[in-house]
């Protein structure tokens, strides 16, 4: 089976950084999307690790060690409009089917 | 915009009938997933059509069914409503099955079952 933790809420303050973690369990893991959504809208792309290591996209980085099945997501130079949930997603192509896995979301309140 | 277009928009049906959900993909995917997401939790994988054929399925019941045509747009189906089915359902397309690719998500459809 699958599983992907993450914590529900977390707080940071306008200008600082978070770095927001994510732990899984899968069987035939293929990648690890991170994804932003805004309350009432969809998700939003934000990275794709499948090697280990870290990938930096502006202010935002995501990191993944596949050995301890664990990634993080990191924001820099936080603003207001950061705040929103963030979805730890993995793939799973075990026994062959093909599908994304979502965590609970992680919901990020950004204070001035 | 993702170009991943899902209609209706919001729909309230009654528990016990059925409802067909539409998702037109983005041009040049092949791949459309359809995911199920309650008020506070993550998208919950419901399943995926890879060129009209179904290629990964979470953990929904039967009644929970669907269609991919030629033109790569897809249906999502559900029977037998019941009152828990009331969710936000998100349709999303990608370039190709598996891979290093990312899914564009639509708008979604709000349903509420009375």
């Known amino acids: 089976g699958q599983n992907i933790d993450q914590p529900t809420e977390m707080t940071a303050t306008e200008g600082a950084i978070v770095q927001i973690n994510c732990t899984y369990q899968t069987s035939g893991f293929n990648g690890l999307f991170w994804y932003q959504q805004h309350a009432g809208e969809a998700p939003t792309f934000l990275s794709y690790?499948?090697?280990?290591g870290l990938e930096e996209k502006g202010r935002f980085s995501s990191f993944l060690s596949r050995s301890k099945g664990y990634s993080y997501l990191l924001l820099k130079e936080l603003q207001m409009k950061d705040s929103a949930s963030y979805l730890c997603?993995?793939?799973?192509?075990?026994?062959?089917?093909?599908?994304?896995?979502f965590g609970k979301g992680t919901r990020l309140h950004i204070l001035p | 915009e993702t170009g991943v277009t899902q209609s209706p928009t919001h729909l309230i049906k009654t528990r016990g009938q059925q409802v067909t959900l539409r998702c037109s993909s983005q041009s040049g995917h092949n791949t459309v997933s359809w995911y199920q997401q309650a008020l506070g939790q993550g998208p919950q994988f419901i399943f995926q059509y890879y060129r009209e054929e179904e290629n990964g399925r979470g953990n929904f019941p039967p009644r929970f069914s669907g269609l991919q045509f030629p033109n790569y747009s897809s249906e999502l189906n559900v029977n037998a409503l019941e009152l828990d089915d009331s969710a936000l359902y998100l349709c999303?397309?990608?370039?190709?099955?598996?891979?290093?690719?990312?899914?564009?998500f639509g708008q979604g459809t709000r349903l509420t079952v009375v």
């Open positions: 999303a397309s990608s370039p190709w099955r598996g891979g290093h690719t990312e899914a564009f």
């Open positions: 997603a993995v793939r799973d192509n075990e026994n062959r089917d093909d599908k994304i896995i």
């Open positions: 690790n499948v090697l280990d």
